[in-house]
């Protein structure tokens, strides 16, 4: 593989089982620089625990994983140092610290570099306020900043939708549309996924039932048996 095709996160069969309950099922994946990829599913089909294991919080039981090439063995603590950088499901910001101060926790001493963060999701006017006093948006806004700081080679965006209007989440398009690194979405908000995305995941318990652009998916019968359906 040239180091072009390699670039970026690999997922090769990932499986995974919690004790009988086969959680992720074969799941290959590529993320290359600059694509954004979605991952969807009804509830249950897998989406959260195969961002876990990209995190290294969950284990895979099968397959491996790869960044740039390299074989990849997260573990939590060591995202950081390989270039990795999420978001929660929530916002996950530290309620004593003010905003910037949240984001210089992810580039210690680096203040003009936390405050050009800030600036770029439009949070820079709120560097010196505690976050519980922000709006819900803003705060998810932070914590994205918080994620970007380290320009990481690999985001991963855990439902950054959830909780906002739809004038926030065409903000939050309009951000995603921007990154230049690899982009990993887990979303519910299915406009936002097919607006942000280039391709896109489809799992239905644990199995990876679709992989396309989002033109593919719209019109897949598998994805609308799995998941269109089940929302409707
Ligand atoms: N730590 C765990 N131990 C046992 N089973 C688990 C564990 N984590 C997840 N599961 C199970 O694995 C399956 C996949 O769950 P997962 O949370 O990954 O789905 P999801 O697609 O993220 O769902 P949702 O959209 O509701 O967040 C579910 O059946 C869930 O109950």
Same mark, same amino acid.
Do not use: E, I, R, S
């Given at each position: 593989m040239s180091p072009s095709e390699s670039a970026g996160l690999t997922l090769d069969r990932i499986s995974v089982r919690f004790g009988g309950l086969v959680a992720l099922d074969g799941v290959s994946l590529r993320v290359p620089p600059g694509r954004t990829v979605g991952v969807i599913g009804p509830n249950g089909a897998g989406k959260t625990t195969l961002f876990n294991v990209v995190c290294g919080f969950v284990a895979p039981t099968g397959g491996s994983l790869a960044l740039d090439g390299r074989p990849l063995r997260p573990r939590p603590h060591r995202l950081a140092r390989l270039g990795i950088s999420r978001t929660l499901q929530g916002v996950g910001l530290? $309620? $004593?610290?003010?905003v910037l101060e949240n984001v210089l926790v992810a580039v210690p001493g680096r203040p003009a570099r936390a405050l050009a963060a800030l600036d770029r999701c439009k949070? #820079?006017?709120?560097?010196?306020?505690?976050? #519980?006093?922000?709006p819900y948006a803003l705060r998810k806004r932070v914590a994205l900043a918080r994620a970007l700081v380290s320009e990481p080679r690999l985001l991963l965006l855990d439902e950054p939708a959830g909780g906002l209007g739809a004038g926030e989440i065409d903000e939050l398009r309009e951000l995603i549309e921007g990154l230049s690194c690899a982009v990993l979405l887990v979303e519910h908000h299915m406009d936002l996924v097919m607006a942000v995305c280039d391709e896109i995941l489809v799992l239905d318990f644990g199995r990876p039932v679709a992989h396309g652009t989002p033109a593919e998916i719209r019109t897949d019968e598998a994805v609308a048996d799995a998941y269109l359906g089940a929302a409707a």
């Open positions: 530290f $309620g $004593g610290l003010t949070v #820079g006017h709120c560097a010196g306020d505690l976050p #519980g006093l922000l």
